[in-house]
């Protein structure tokens, strides 16, 4: 076990049979811990499986690794947030999770040797099936009606109610992991910005804060609080932007249509910090590229007030409508027993009750955490994913105006940049978690014996969210779709890599 | 005369349906802050259409080319019903409505076959949801009808119980001869409107979600001038309906002064359905029936009325 801001040696990682590994994985999880991620490391025999696991309540990370040769008894049946790790395993390394209760490719990854088409796409696969007179199988994407990223949707449907859906991604699969494994570490980092388009600074965060912590700084509480600035300003333009497509997908167009406009206000402020209105190439690893002067505070602090005034008043319309809230109430419910087992995080884990935050409960920095506080709702429908993102764009504004203001005050105070190392130190493991606005964006990266990387592996909130998706859809009106797909508003490349 | 006057009534209807629908979404537009589409898009639309070719897919049959032609024709008889700026139609006849309801209920038909002709698993669905909203809202119709026609017997009215004796200044009379809850049925045919035409709380007829979609995903296969024959047939049926609406609420007076009424009460009918549409959200779709049967009991509840005193 080792604490969550700390690196820890490979050597250091216990190195155990599969069948211990599973019983100490099923035993953790039976306690509360979490499955941070699973995956497979090469090894000089083959493959090794890495499993990072994470306790909230203490704030200890623990990592174990073992060998799990051609096959292994699977880990799903007894601790089901495993069931896309072990397919991503299967996919990659050809080892089989034996009692695996859904063995499928995540990805379908086309093969590194030979003609692409000798294997089969996403949507020619297999799906799950319902068999009956009466049912009916609709099928949906990968090519859908909106500009949207592409994902195939099967539902069993017992005339509007479905009885069970299927989502199988991997279209947008670009092997994201390899190319970082390999790309100079100036590439690195706009590879990293572009894992998800719409969470760049989550993951740059989460990329940035696993080398500080695998090189031992610590960076400047400038550095933090720009960073944290950062990832509010990305949470309001994006919980600005599902709001105004929750109303879209009701049909209340007002806020739908103001709501793209204040999205884009939210975005001009991140522009102005570094050119990108995605803040693309605003991180670098040992603190911020650009800083915040007293001019600039003052200029994006009234900008900020207009838009979340704008922002606010426009929710409120959609909030105060009955009609709406009607149409979320009830729709799409996700119990804290399937949210607690799949292992959803974020948002999506919060509005089922589910008490997880990254930002409270694995802090990047000792810095309070001001007006930030962890938003919950129990009801799991898309009511309460709605007046979550309500909830937090008042938090995520209060704290973006409040570091601006700090920033400004205390500028030129301290530099917002620290010089890292030349190179990495040799076999160690590093761990960040970060709260995109999503959820909980996890990266583990392993350096090998030269300092160059063994492995680096990232989880995406996606990556768990899709499940709860599924989840929600159950003995749901099918037209209830889109709408419970707008309230989660997951990535597809996030979790196609 | 009349024949003439009606002609030309009617080919007004004809011209002006189209620019109910601009006026709709102008409404809406100026809802939520934008300027919104030209007011004549819909012309320029279907002109665009009827000049382009049609893509039809192969595993179509005729059923699905003739479905447009027989909406839309449909459409423009039945509207050929109605009484149109307060002139009488030359082919009414008594008990006309029905043949009116059944010939929206034809075209409604074809639409449904030409949907599952495509054999699209979408456009089964909206085929299946408009065939049962379809099928909720035909009792409420006929017992808005069934109450008018009790009034107008009970009331004596000599002339032939038709469209055109119905809904041209009939029951503003009515309201003032002692029959005030007439003025219910503004209400249910409000909500006919709604319906019929796919509109919200009811439908999203700007949706691009096809999942959620009722009227509009039966038509997604059409293109070219068949496409151009669905808008105009749709644009023709929301003219009937406020046309029906109108007819409820405008007294008896001259002709020139009850076409630019009927005229004014189409702008604002059209308003209205722009306004609904920007302030509210669209119902679950297992709560529409709810919403018809409101209408319904309130159909039968003015029917009571007319019947027990």
Known sequence: ?497 | MNLWRYLAEFALALVLAPLSLGIVNRVKAKFSGRHGKPLLQLYYDIAKLLRKGEVVGKGTTWVFSAGPAIAMTSAVVALSLLPLGGVASPFAFQGDFILCAYLLGMGRFATILAALDTGSPFEGMGASREALFGALAEPVLFLALLALITTAESLGVEKELSLSTLFNGFSPQAWLSGRPELIMLIFVMGVLLLVENCRIPVDDPNTHLELTMIHEVMVLDHSGPNLAFVLYGSAVKLWLFASLLTGLVIPVMPVWAHTLCSLLGMFLAACAVGVIESVMARLRMHVVPALVGLAGSVAAFVLILTLVR
């Open chain 1, 1 to 497: 076990m080792f604490n969550y801001r700390e690196s820890v040696a490979w050597a250091d990682v216990p190195l155990m049979s599969m069948n211990d590994l599973r019983s100490a994985v099923v035993e953790r999880c039976r306690k509360g811990w979490r499955m941070l991620a699973f995956f497979g490391v090469p090894a000089s025999d083959g493959v090794e499986t890495v499993c990072v696991l994470a306790d909230a309540s203490a704030r200890l990370l623990d990592a174990m690794r073992a060998k799990p040769g051609r096959e292994y008894p699977s880990l799903t049946p007894q601790c089901p947030q495993a069931h896309l790790f072990e397919r991503e395993l299967f996919e990659l390394w050809g080892v089989k999770p034996q009692g695996h209760p859904w063995l499928k490719p995540v990805r379908f990854r086309p093969p590194a040797q030979g003609p692409r088409s000798s294997r089969p796409g996403p949507a020619q696969a297999d799906y799950y099936r319902v068999d009956g007179a009466e049912v009916h199988e609709v099928a949906v994407g990968p090519v859908h009606a909106g500009v949207i990223e592409p994902g195939h949707f099967r539902f069993q449907c017992y005339g509007e109610n479905v009885m069970h859906l299927e989502i199988q991604l991997g279209f947008q699969h670009r092997d994201v992991e390899r190319l970082i494994l390999d790309a100079p570490a100036t590439r690195a980092l706009p590879l990293v910005e572009n894992i998800a388009g719409d969470t760049a600074i989550g993951h740059a965060t989460a990329y940035c804060t696993v080398l500080e912590r695998l090189a031992g700084i610590r960076i400047t509480d400038r550095a933090h609080i720009l960073r944290r600035l950062a990832l509010e300003l990305e949470r309001l333009a994006n919980h600005t932007r599902d709001l105004g497509a929750i109303g879209g997908d009701t049909g209340f167009l007002p806020t739908s249509a103001w709501n793209g406009r204040i999205t884009g206000d939210f975005l001009n402020l991140t522009a102005e910090l570094c050119g990108s209105r995605f803040g693309r190439n605003l991180l670098c690893p040992g603190g911020v590229k650009w800083d915040v002067d007293a001019a600039l505070s003052q200029a994006l602090v009234k900008r900020l007030r207009a838009a979340f005034r704008d922002a606010r008043g426009s929710v409120d319309v959609m909030l105060e409508t009955s009609s709406v809230l009607a149409r979320l109430t009830g729709t799409g419910k996700v119990a804290f027993e399937d949210a607690r087992s799949l292992g959803l995080v974020g948002m999506a884990a919060r509005s089922c009750g589910v008490s997880m935050d990254a930002r409270m409960d694995w802090p990047l920095c000792d810095l309070d955490n001001g007006s930030l506080h962890k938003r919950m709702r129990t009801t799991g429908d898309v009511l309460a994913r709605t007046l979550l993102r309500s909830d937090e764009l008042n938090d995520s504004a209060a704290s973006a105006e409040n570091d601006l203001l700090q920033l400004g005050f205390s500028s030129g105070e301290e530099p917002c940049r620290v010089a890292m190392p030349a190179s990495m130190p040799p076999d160690r493991l590093a761990v960040a978690q970060v709260e995109g606005w999503r959820g909980e964006i996890c990266h583990v990266g392993i350096t090998g014996n030269n300092g160059q990387w063994l492995a680096y592996k990232v989880v995406d909130p996606s990556f768990h969210n899709w499940s709860g998706l599924a989840m929600a859809l159950r003995n749901e009106q099918i037209s209830d779709f889109p709408l419970c797909n707008k309230s989660f508003n997951l990535s597809y490349c996030g979790h196609d890599l």
